[in-house]
């Protein structure tokens, strides 16, 4: 009864508005720029290729009956013709999934237009840009320049204590205590577009998360990234009212007004 449209909304960047039951309560994680990465989903349990990961949602999440799917000849003809098969299979099923993943590629925002020289940034954004990239944000770690994502696993001091089973992330799968808290680095396209943040959309907008990053960190954490407790980081960002709104404003700039309008990426 579900598709995976249910949770990737296209005018949410291909994320969605609340958290997925399935998942235990994990944000529904945005669909951009996978063909990039090799590891997936917020706690990293899948690694490899999209192939891989749509072999997971096939098999585990959707149990695909592919009774069903042989049924329809439009898909069986479709099948024969590109991948030489009569019967369709849950890996001949992967395939085409994979490939539609790697089609949901953002790269036309107002970032990637200045980025390109294609365009400009307002004094404010331009402003916010030099935060976001330079040692006085530190954003730029982990969300690197054009990508967004540095598609790793990292705690971020978002936790003393894991009170829900999801908050440990990457150390459900592990189990080496150093993976405790871990999350993969969201990316940051179309960010503006999401309702719920951090895995398991504890904020609810970009200025509670940039405020948490500013002050709210904790820093206490035996294995929080490096990054977060560099020499004058151990206090927060200390960012003034009107660099949150300029890093803020420059947020707004990663969307993609193209992509999430696209008529091919429509049901």
């Keep these: ?21 399935f998942d235990k309560g994990l ?32 098999t585990i999440r959707f149990n695909t009956d592919l009774a069903k799917i042989n049924e329809i000849e439009e898909y069986r003809t479709a099948f024969r013709q590109y991948y030489g098969v009569n019967n369709i299979g849950v890996k001949d099923m992967a395939k085409p999934l994979a490939q539609f993943m790697r089609s949901l590629v953002s790269y036309n925002s107002k970032y990637d237009n200045y980025f390109m020289a294609a365009g400009t940034l307002t004094a404010k954004e331009m402003a916010g840009r030099n935060i976001f990239f330079s040692e ?16 790793m696993m990292h705690n971020n001091g978002l936790d003393s204590i894991y009170s829900k089973g999801i908050d440990k ?34 904020f609810k907008t970009l200025m509670e998360v940039i405020n948490f990053y500013d002050h709210g960190v904790h820093t206490g954490v035996k294995n ?28 707004h700039t990663f969307t993609d007004t193209v992509m999430i309008n696209n008529p091919g990426f429509r049901k």
């Design 27 to 58: 944000t529904k994680i945005a669909l951009v720029n996978l063909a990039w990465n090799k590891n997936f989903m917020w706690d990293g349990r899948i690694t490899g290729t999209l192939e891989d990961v749509m072999l997971v949602e096939l």
């Design 224 to 251: 929080i990234d490096p990054v977060m407790i560099k020499p004058g980081k151990m206090d927060g960002l200390k960012l003034t009212d009107e660099e949150k709104d300029q890093l803020l404003a420059f947020l």
């Design 169 to 202: 992330g990457y150390y459900n799968f592990t189990k080496n205590e150093m993976d405790l808290g871990k999350f993969k680095t969201p990316n940051l396209r179309n960010v503006a577009l999401r309702t719920e943040f951090m895995h398991d959309g504890r």
């Design 136 to 151: 006085k944000g530190d954003c730029f770690h982990c969300h690197v320049e054009r990508m967004l994502s540095d598609n």
């Design 1 to 21: 009864g579900e598709s995976c449209n249910t949770c990737h909304l296209q005018e949410n960047g291909f994320a969605a508005p609340g958290l997925s039951d």
